[in-house]
């Protein structure tokens, strides 16, 4: 129901100038689809509801909560529709499944036998998220954190990770030196600014934007109160966790301004973060208000941006 604006008003994806990767998949599945922009928007909002499921299942796995609930789902379906754009087919989505997978074997450092395979991997999906977009390869500065808070220092780990994140580069250069298109390595090496997620009114920007921090700050406290509750490892977690918004963040601000859908990318970390507000057992009256609240900011940016 909530995506229903969106599939009533399809929009066909463009492609977006000097980002040839995505451009590249864009005309693949144009073949398949015969430029249908129902058929791209349906994809999206699928994709967007598996990545919602995955994101709720990396929250039960790593037991970043005292119960297992849906919450996270519901969380991240509420944040992707702040905006219409945001659930077109983009770049973004592809962009975050990697960086969820990427989370997802991070958080497992500290609980294998085999880190260095886990560090490889992690440091492989990074990258590949990476070239997409030139701003993205912050994400390195997650992977270090990682590294930091759950191995000890091995210069064998560290080479794997250099390694890995040296892999996906050299394979993009190696196909596009034989199929003589080096000269896009030129236009893939630049950032941009994105400010705000599309061209909109600046009194709809301003409620949205208060609107995310207020439930951002209730996040926070909820997960405050129920840190006591946590053993170690799962508050070494958390830290990650708001590593993984903050970096979103930047990321999402040095996203080239064509890129519509750039804030996409902070939502999976900011609906764990949120999702804390809504669980919070100890005061029911504080997370029904939470819950209640992000309904009636949902029904607001559904009414507001149609």
Known sequence: MVKMNVLLAPVLPMPIPNHFIYNGILSGLNVVFFNSAFAFTLLSIVILFLQSLY???????????????????????????????????????FVNWLLLGAVDIMLDFSKTKQPRKLIYNTALLLS??????????????????????YRPFNLGEW???????????????????LFDKLYLLNHWWHIGISVTAVKTDVRLFIVTLTSLGV??????????????????????????????????VFAGFLT?????????????????VVTHAIALEKNKRFSNFIFYFSLIFLVFCLVANK
């Open 159 to 177: 080479a794997v990770a250099i390694l890995g994140y040296i892999t996906p580069m050299y394979f993009l250069t190696s196909i596009l030196f």
């Open 128 to 149: 590949c998220a990476a070239l997409f977009q030139c701003s993205f390869y912050l994400y390195f500065t997650l992977l270090f954190i990682g590294m930091v808070m």
């Open 215 to 248: 439930l951002f700050l209730t996040g926070v406290y909820a997960l405050q109160k129920n840190s006591h509750l946590s053993n170690i490892y799962v508050r070494r977690d958390w830290i990650s966790m708001f590593f993984y918004l903050m970096i979103s």
């Open 55 to 93: 994101l709720n299942g990396i929250t039960i796995r790593h037991k970043l909560f005292p119960r297992n609930t849906y919450i996270a789902t519901y969380v991240f379906i509420v944040l992707s529709s702040v905006y219409p754009q945001l659930n077109h087919f983009n770049e973004t989505i």
């Open 256 to 272: 080239d301004a064509t890129v519509t859908s750039a804030w996409l990318i902070v939502m999976p970390a900011l609906s764990i």
